[in-house]
């Protein structure tokens, strides 16, 4: 799927994500901003795995692995 930075996008959590991945899209989204594109990370607990900057509507902005979330061009 091709995205757009700039772009709303859903987000909803799989069975497999961390709780903190869970809270922010439950507390945050589920429609996002996207900030920045899905990419390697170098900080801390990055599992090795693609990451993806999100911005909320209330101007949160965080990461979140792509491993644990699936996303939709088709915001609500």
């Known amino acids: 799927m091709n ?6 996008i859903t987000a909803t959590f799989n ?4 709780s903190r991945t869970k809270n922010r899209i439950r507390e945050r ?6 900030r920045d594109l899905p990419d390697f990370t170098l900080f801390p ?5 693609k990451w993806i900057m999100l911005q909320a509507d209330d101007g949160w902005f965080g990461w979140l ?3 644990e979330i699936e996303l939709s061009t088709e915001a609500t």
Do not use: E, T, W, Y
């Open 3 to 8: 995205f757009d930075i700039g772009q709303k």
């Open 15 to 18: 069975p497999n994500a961390s």
């Open 29 to 34: 989204g589920p429609v996002f901003i996207l």
């Open 45 to 49: 607990g990055n599992r090795g795995v």
């Open 65 to 67: 692995p792509m491993d």
